[in-house]
């Protein structure tokens, strides 16, 4: 079982900036394979970016993005804090989500909601223009 707890949404003008934060706990944090999805009022859960775990020792990571956040959306991990952030600049309105963290069982479990076995709560992100 892995617990995740996410934090750091508000309200943001566009062009501005916020980080979130997704605490993960209950099994080896470095191999799990993290991610960050969204899901907009009306609409499907979605793809925002992942961290995943490269397979070998000493770890390394490689970070996926969807098109829409390429280039202002970075992920990044601490294992030592067993969290996992989201840097989010060039905010735009249409980035207005709740922004849920993921984990996954699969070393490399892809963009796909059903690749993950666990949820946080979400944290809502809101982007006036």
């Known amino acids: 079982q892995v617990q995740l707890g996410e934090s750091g949404g508000g309200l943001v003008q566009a062009g501005g900036s916020l980080r979130l934060s997704c605490a993960a706990s209950?099994?080896?944090?470095?191999?799990?394979?993290m991610a960050w999805f969204r899901q907009a009022p009306g609409q499907e859960r979605r793809f925002v970016s992942a961290i995943t775990w490269n397979g070998d020792i000493p770890v390394s990571y490689t970070a996926d993005y969807a098109d829409s956040v390429k280039g202002r959306f970075t992920i990044s991990r601490d294992n030592a804090k067993t969290t996992v952030y989201l840097q989010m600049n060039s905010l735009k309105p249409e980035d207005t989500a709740i922004y849920y963290c993921?984990?996954?069982?699969?070393?490399?479990?892809?963009?796909?909601?059903?690749?993950?076995?666990?949820w946080g709560q979400g944290t809502q992100v809101t982007v006036s223009s």
């Open positions: 209950g099994r080896t944090f470095s191999f799990i394979g």
């Open positions: 993921a984990a996954s069982n699969s070393r490399v479990p892809g963009q796909r909601t059903v690749a993950y076995d666990y």
